[in-house]
Every structure is written in C-alpha cells, then in structure tokens.
C-alpha cells in the first residue's frame, strides 16, 4: 500500500464510528450520499460499517461496496470468526475490500474485558490476522486501548500480526488518555523495535475525551505513521474521534512537515455541513476550521488588521475550505474600517457618503443590538429620515392620494441643492406616481430593473423592506428603503440609489 513514504493516508470513520453516537444513526441511502462525497473529497479508505451489529449495518457496507470506486471499503470486525465471516460476505461486491479486526492490547482491557492473558490474547490476535486473510488481501489490526498498553507487549502484538498478514496496524488511543509526547513516543517506540514494521502501515485512531485527539494523531504522524483515521466534523464515540478537516488543514498549512495527502479541501465545508445535518449533530460555532466563527472577527482591532492584510488574523484562507471569504462581524467593538467595509459590500461609494456621521449612528444601533446585521444596516442608511450622503437628496414629505375612482397621485417635498423643493404627480399606482414627482424635481429619469418588497419578521411595526436596482449611464445601483409604508420605503429605496450617483 505504501510507497511515498511522505503520503499520508486519510482514513474515514464518519459511517462506523461516527454513526456510533446516540441519535446520529443514517439510513443506507444517507450512508451512499455522504459516502460518494467522501469519494470526492479524496479519502483513501471508507470505514462503512460493522456488519455484524445490525441487519442495517450489513447492508449498507454492501451498498457502499458496490458504488464507491475509488477508496478502500473497510468493514470492522471483531477477532471472531462469525464478524470476520459477515465482514467479508458484506465486501464480496467492493473493488478495494479491507477487514478491520482486532483486540484489545491493554492489561486493562485483557483482564477486565477479556478475563484473559497477555498470552492468550496474542493468540486470539494472530489466529484472527490469518482467518480474515483468507477472504481479502488487505486486512488492518487494530489493538484496542493501545494508548494505555505496556510498549514492549504493544510491540510483540504488532510484530506477531504483521507476520500473520496484516498489511495496517491500527494504533488507538481509544479513551483518549494520552499526552501528545506520550503517544508520539508509542509510535516511535513500535517504528524502532518491531522488526517486520516496514511490511505495514501504522495507523493512528485518537479519541477526542481530553481533546486532545488531534494533538496526539498529529504526534503519530511525526513519529512515522502514515494512516489517520478520522471523522467529519470530529464526530464519534463519547467526546468524539480526530477531526478530519483539522489534521488535513494542519498538513496544507505547516508544509515544513513536508507530509502531504490526496484531500481536496475546497469540499470540507460543504461536506460538514451534509454531515452536521443528515446526523442531526450542530456544529459548535468556534469549531476549528469549518465552525460558524472560524474565519469571524468581531474585535475592530482584529477587523483592520484583516481588512489591511488578511494573514494577520488569518493562517488559513477561507477558500482553501470551501468558504467564500471571511465574515466581519459588525458590533460595538468595530471600527470605522468595519463600517466602511460593509457600506461598500452593500454598493456604497465611501467618498458619497458622510462616514462620520453614519458611524455615529452605527454606534446608537449597535449599542442596542448585539450584532448589526445587513438589513441593520440598509435601514442605518436608507430610511430617508435623515441623509447619510454629502449634498444628499432627503424626501421632506410625502402625500399620496389613491382609490377604485381616484388617478393615484403624490405629492413631494424634497431637500435637494439646498432647497426644500415640491412636485406632484400621477401614475397608473402610488408608487409609480411617487417616483414621477420625484423624477419631476431631480430632471432626470432612470429606469427600474428590478424591484423586490419583503417583510421584516421578528420586527415591530410590521416594517417593510424595498430593494430596488436602477440602470444610469449603463450602470447598475442597488437603493434599499425601509418603512412601516410600502409606499415611503419605495421612495426611500429610489433615492437610497439616485444619491449613489446624484
């Protein structure tokens, strides 16, 4: 299996022991979806299941089987003859089929598990090896709680298993007991003092109770394995197992390691959140690398710093997994250079507008709201009760006349060149009229493209929402407008985008 002794192999565990957490079980068709994006993610091996648990289980790894192409299809099994057995019927259809079996290698497991000896246990382990040889070539041994078993024991279990036919030794810290130099430690030990290692892949597989487990897989690779298994999102048994997306992004940013994989990482973020949903399990916002707040900055020291140079706060680039740019999230803490950074992102001209004098009331809104979202923001600048533009155009006032017998008409009075100016018009509805009068004053007309109204849930009022984009000279202008009146926030939306160009 191995050839670039710098390639590392990425091992995926989210269908076997991801699926293992309380409340996350999937049906056999959500196992081949997320199964087929773990395929175009560039996973070397798919851990589809445990046959011999259930029915379900045993048909998904045949379904599994027969479509995935490309990665390995592992089954897990016992060191039983009755799991080996159901493990390899369950891969019969699999171009890449491999047996996962072991046994526990601690004294604690071999005492309180087993009730058995070091003695008879590398025995049972050696006879399950040559058992499951029998059906596939590529068979992997895991020995279970390796992180709290004695080295020299670990080392003569590894060595036996290997002899037997085992082509991947599977390395656990299954109750994510050890420290990073401990289990890092481990591996070397085994890469020393086994004889035949070099006829088989060490594997790491770090459960996540210390959270440490993606410390002490990184330590494994150090030391000279070249499998990690894993999961999305760092799903699994209790605290969880290896994040995925961590060790891999590890890999790509600290390219002094000189350790490279086959991950297309551009799918991480889209494949977690397949994963977070089909399993029902959230993912917590500050989760690293694909979390709500991985690439959010809140702070307005952290924001300029971003905002003039992105390696400052940022070590990865947000795309590299899938996520189209970084989120400055606007609050009390930010600063001017946030607020000038969302205005523009929203088709503001910086040298239109008086900065100034919308920070301040970015600073009113923000003190009352924990963050200041988009439509936040529109309404800071687009209510058209007060002018946030220099030499601005403010409407004054606005009657509008409408009925089944009555010609909609309206009246305005704008504030514009310095002037309170008014005009009426009529139009075949009152926002159509509106718009005319406006026109009237200003001498010029542009034409509506498109012209959208929403409702603000949550809000008081029943406040309304208008976007509306106008072509001038060829070029496009978003204007929004916000009012308890459908009729004043359109009115409010067509100056919000007349005085981007005015």
Avoid: W
């Amino acid at each position: 299996m191995l050839h670039d002794p710098n390639r590392i192999f990425i091992f995926d565990t989210t269908l076997r022991d991801g699926e293992q957490v309380p409340g996350s079980q999937l049906t056999t068709p959500e196992k081949i979806i997320i199964g087929e994006a773990l395929q175009s993610l560039g996973v070397d091996i798919i851990e589809a299941g445990f046959p011999i648990s259930s029915p379900g289980d045993f048909q998904s790894v045949i379904e599994l089987s027969k479509i995935i192409r490309e990665p390995i299809i592992c089954a897990l099994s016992r060191a039983k003859k009755g799991d080996i057995d159901l493990a390899a019927d369950a891969l019969k259809y699999a171009k890449h089929p491999r047996i996962h079996t072991g046994i526990g290698a601690s004294d604690m497991h071999i005492k309180y598990k087993f009730n058995s000896t070091r003695e008879e246990i590398l025995e049972r382990a050696v006879e399950a090896v040559k058992y499951a040889k029998k059906f596939v070539e590529d068979i992997e041994f895991y020995a279970e709680d390796a992180g709290r078993a004695d080295n020299v024991y670990l080392a003569q279990m590894i060595e036996a298993v290997i002899a037997a036919g085992a082509t991947v030794v599977n390395i656990p810290d299954t109750n994510g007991y050890c420290l990073p130099e401990e289990y890092g430690a481990k591996i070397r030990f085994l890469k020393e003092n086994v004889k035949n290692i070099d006829q088989a892949v060490i594997s790491v597989h770090c459960h996540n109770d210390l959270g440490l487990a993606t410390a002490n897989s990184m330590a494994g690779l150090q030391n000279g394995a070249r499998q990690v298994e894993c999961t999305i999102n760092g799903i699994g048994e209790r605290a969880g197992n290896t994040s995925l997306e961590e060790v891999v992004m590890i890999l790509k940013t600290h390219r002094s390691l000189n350790l490279h994989n086959s991950i297309n990482t551009k799918h991480l973020y889209k494949l977690s959140g397949m994963v977070s949903r089909m399993m029902r399990m959230p993912v917590q916002p500050n989760k690293a690398i694909i979390g709500k707040n991985a690439f959010a900055h809140s702070s307005g020291i952290h924001q300029d710093g971003v905002l003039k140079h992105r390696e400052n706060y940022e070590i990865i680039n947000p795309e590299d997994v899938g996520i189209d740019q970084s989120e400055i999230i606007l609050t009390a803490r930010s600063g001017r250079h946030a607020l000038k950074h969302h205005l523009e992102r929203l088709g503001y001209s910086v040298d239109r507008i008086d900065l100034d004098h919308a920070y301040e009331r970015f600073l009113e809104m923000a003190d009352k709201k924990k963050e200041i979202k988009d439509d936040d923001l529109l309404l800071l600048m687009g209510n058209g009760n007060d002018t946030n533009y220099k030499n601005g155009v403010k409407i004054q006032s606005l009657k509008v006349i409408c009925g089944e017998e009555t010609s909609p008409q309206a009246t305005v009075k704008l504030s514009y060149n310095g002037n309170d100016i008014e005009a009426t018009a009529s139009g075949n509805g009152p926002v159509s009229a509106t718009i005319k009068a406006i026109e009237s004053i200003l001498g010029n007309h542009v034409e509506i493209k498109e012209f959208n109204i929403h409702s603000i849930e949550g809000g008081s009022d029943d406040v309304s929402k208008v976007d509306m984009r106008v072509i001038h000279e060829e070029k496009s202008y978003m204007g929004y407008g916000f009012s308890t009146d459908i009729v004043r926030a359109s009115a409010n939306a067509y100056l919000d985008a007349l005085n981007k160009f005015v």
